[in-house]
């Protein structure tokens, strides 16, 4: 998520384009700014360029795994 708001971003949003959008996946978890951030080039990609193509892309997977198995591990303990 690079690109910041800004009104001139519409000049380059096109129906006829193949958007990719790049997105850390540590930053992106449930209820996070980078999660609102997401949803906000989602909806403004499907609203200024309708029926186009959209990927995502999500980066730090890895992290985000590492750290999804430590807490695992933290329960796992208290469980006892």
Same mark, same amino acid.
């Given at each position: 998520?690079? $690109?910041?708001?800004?009104?001139?971003?519409?000049?380059? +949003? %096109?129906?006829?384009?193949?958007? =990719?959008? &790049?997105?850390?996946?540590?930053?992106?978890?449930?209820?996070?700014?980078?999660?609102?951030? $997401?949803?906000?080039?989602?909806?403004?990609?499907?609203? +200024? %360029?309708?029926?186009?193509?959209? =990927?995502? &892309?999500?980066?730090?997977?890895?992290?985000?795994?590492?750290?999804?198995?430590?807490?695992?591990?933290?329960?796992?303990?208290?469980?006892?």
């Amino acid at each position: 998520l690079f $690109l910041s708001s800004s009104s001139s971003h519409k000049l380059f +949003l %096109g129906s006829r384009a193949i958007y =990719v959008i &790049v997105f850390d996946m540590k930053k992106a978890g449930n209820g996070s700014e980078g999660q609102t951030r $997401l949803f906000y080039w989602l909806q403004t990609v499907k609203t +200024l %360029g309708d029926n186009c193509s959209i =990927v995502l &892309v999500g980066t730090h997977l890895d992290e985000v795994c590492l750290c999804m198995c430590m807490c695992e591990s933290e329960r796992e303990r208290e469980r006892g």
